[in-house]
């Protein structure tokens, strides 16, 4: 006599349930195999790249007014500045999505932020990049006053010209994400022979230190 072998519902669920589970774990662990391969591909461009941070220095800055008004402690300022921006890497471009401008004498910012348009960088490219500064009725320091005229005094000024900004790498097709940079030019400013008038210029350029 043959015997019969009967499965329960409950047995099919079972076993079904644990096929559907074992087919998603093997789904699973395909995606993360490829993704963990295209990261470690990534890396390991980015390792062999090295992208290096760009290059920025000054070129001419002038002063058309540095104003201060008694007894409020009031700024009014006029600042011109041409920078070159220099990409060092041969085999990287960057995207500048954003730049802000300023100026800064003694740790004080005496203009407001100006800002840049937007644009791309290949490969070794040099860039001219011109601001025009200004500020109209800035709060400073008390002190501030007696600072511009010791430098007027004594024929220089120490200028602080600065650039915050975010950038994005371009290697081949891929791009980076965000990076914040922040560069720093120091101007000496030279009043002249005319040390009544509020109008410097520095011509003799500054290299800038550059952080991303």
């Not at 096929?19 to 295209?38: E, P, Q, R, W």
């Not at 390792?47 to 007894?71: C, G, H, M, V, W």
């Not at 003694?106 to 011109?130: A, C, W």
Request: glycine share 8%.
């Amino acid at each position: 006599m043959s015997q019969v072998l009967t499965k329960s519902p409950k047995h099919c669920a079972t076993k079904q349930g644990f096929n559907i589970n074992k087919h998603h774990k093997k789904l699973f662990y395909a995606f993360s195999t490829f993704f963990l391969s295209i990261l470690c591909f990534i890396f390991l461009v980015w390792l062999i790249l090295r992208p290096s941070k760009p290059d920025f220095s000054l070129k001419e800055a002038n002063i058309y007014q540095l104003n201060i008004s008694t007894p409020h402690n009031l700024l009014n300022s006029s600042i011109q500045l041409t920078l070159l921006s220099k990409n060092p890497n041969n085999k990287v471009g960057i995207y500048y999505d954003k730049l802000q401008v300023y100026a800064s004498y003694k740790d004080q910012e005496i203009t407001v932020d100006s800002s840049l348009p937007p644009f791309y960088q290949g490969h070794g490219e040099r860039n001219m990049l011109s601001a025009e500064l200004a500020g109209t009725g800035l709060p400073v320091g008390p002190t501030l006053g007696y600072e511009v005229g010791r430098d007027r005094t004594a024929g220089k000024m120490i200028l602080s010209l600065k650039v915050n900004g975010r950038l994005r790498w371009k290697v081949g097709t891929w791009v980076s994400g965000r990076y914040s940079f922040n560069v720093n030019c120091v101007a000496i400013m030279d009043f002249g022979s005319n040390t009544t008038s509020s109008s410097m210029n520095s011509k003799q350029g500054a290299h800038c230190s550059t952080t991303v």
